[in-house]
């Protein structure tokens, strides 16, 4: 009899984790912020870590942040009981010039647990509205 269990089984047992742009774009100068949720299928019964990657034509730091905390992390938490998490995305600068400019979130391996379809998701800084100049008579 074998005491540990299968692969099948094991790999059965861990959730499932995903990451989507629930509000995909943030505005430098502005109030609006992107919004990233990370979900988990299966049990909730423990904190779970999801790591991801970040990419595209922003540069943390620079060019975006986490809310209200300023940093940018490369992981989030979903806490026990919950099925996902939120992460807010501010737009600081345009740093190099790209139009659009974009922050790209995808989801990394980890032993505790699988990546759903939905790996990758984009937020896109957009430039601050010019301001009108004043009319004059």
């Known amino acids: 009899s074998d005491l540990l269990p299968s692969t099948a089984a094991a790999a059965a047992s861990i959730p499932s984790v995903s990451v989507v742009a629930t509000v995909p774009t943030t505005t430098i100068g502005g109030s609006s912020t992107g919004l990233l949720t990370f979900s988990r299928s299966g049990s909730t019964a423990g904190d779970l870590n999801v790591s991801f990657m970040l990419t595209g034509t922003a540069v943390k730091w620079n060019d975006y942040y986490r809310l209200p905390q300023g940093d940018m992390p490369v992981a989030v938490t979903i806490p026990t009981g919950a099925a996902s998490t939120t ?3 501010t737009a600081k600068a345009n740093t190099t010039g790209a ?3 974009t922050a ?3 989801l990394s391996s980890d032993p505790s647990y699988s990546i759903g379809t939905a790996n990758t998701a984009v937020i896109t800084i957009l430039a601050a509205a010019p301001i009108a100049p004043p009319n004059k008579q």
Do not use: G, Y
Request: proline letters at 11%; glycine letters at 0%; hydrophobic letters at 55%.
């Open 104 to 106: 790209v979130f995808t």
């Open 87 to 89: 992460l807010a995305i």
């Open 99 to 101: 139009n659009p400019e």
